[in-house]
């Protein structure tokens, strides 16, 4: 199992592009989360899912949309980068509550961002 | 408002000694906690973690402790190991009447063990 990957790993934009970051689990799990950590911050929600067809909005979605149409796939839009989203992104998946170690979420290697 | 606090951002201990990781919480519901570790361009991995039904657990060199009235957690790792050098993130979440593990971060702490 390669466990949850991302692509890519790092991205420079410039103010006003738009990118897709992608995310990918095969551990078959419902629950998948986007993060993301500002320098010595820890990290935030800002968007998560239970399954597919089914998002919501974390601590801070603004400025960026999901969608989620396969368990496996997980992408996450920006429309319009802002210099104020330059931090690293993590993914993650969980199991459905309820099965072992539901509580445990598996992250991806990060993206890091740069907006200019 | 940060509910999950790390307090220190970083630590510093000889090889072989005990390294102690504090973390704190203000959310009352909070009843599972977990610790992250972090190396460098890596997403952060599971490392332990325990219920609030329990005062202490332990796996290895590793032992979390928990003090429900002082809202207060610990991460013992004994000995220390220059391999466990990395960023520790405290997590905390509300199970019990959740359908969802959302997950409340620290800030971390940055863990140096030298030979």
């Known amino acids: 199992n390669a466990g949850v990957t991302q692509t890519p790993k790092f991205r420079i934009l410039k103010i006003g592009q738009s990118m897709t970051l992608q995310c990918t689990q095969d551990?078959?799990?419902?629950?998948m989360y986007w993060y993301r950590q500002d320098p010595g911050m820890g990290l935030k929600l800002i968007y998560y899912?239970?399954?597919?067809?089914?998002?919501d909005k974390g601590e801070v979605p603004n400025g960026y949309n999901v969608s989620r149409s396969t368990t496996e796939d997980f992408p996450l839009r920006l429309e319009l980068a802002a210099p104020s989203q330059t931090s690293v992104y993590f993914c993650?998946?969980?199991?459905?509550?309820?099965?072992?170690?539901?509580?445990?979420?598996?992250f991806g290697p990060g993206t890091r961002l740069t907006v200019l | 408002d940060q509910q999950v606090k790390q307090n220190s951002p970083s630590l510093s201990v000889q090889e072989g000694r005990i390294s102690i990781l504090n973390c704190d919480y203000t959310?009352?519901?909070?009843?599972?906690f977990l610790w992250y570790k972090k190396y460098p361009a890596e997403g952060p991995t599971f490392l332990i973690s325990?219920?609030?039904?329990?005062d202490k657990n332990e796996d290895g060199r590793f032992t979390v402790f928990l003090n429900k009235s002082a809202k207060h957690l610990s991460l013992h790792i004994v000995p220390s190991q220059p391999g466990d050098s990395a960023v520790y993130f405290c997590?905390?979440?509300?199970?019990?009447?959740?359908?969802?593990?959302?997950?409340?971060f620290g800030r971390g702490t940055q863990l140096t063990v030298w030979p």
């Open positions: 997590a905390a979440s509300v199970r019990r009447g959740s359908t969802l593990g959302r997950l409340y």
């Open positions: 899912s239970v399954g597919a067809g089914i998002t």
């Open positions: 959310n009352s519901m909070f009843d599972y």
């Open positions: 551990m078959n799990h419902n629950y």
């Open positions: 993650a998946s969980s199991p459905h509550p309820g099965t072992r170690k539901a509580d445990t979420q598996y």
């Open positions: 325990i219920s609030s039904i329990k």
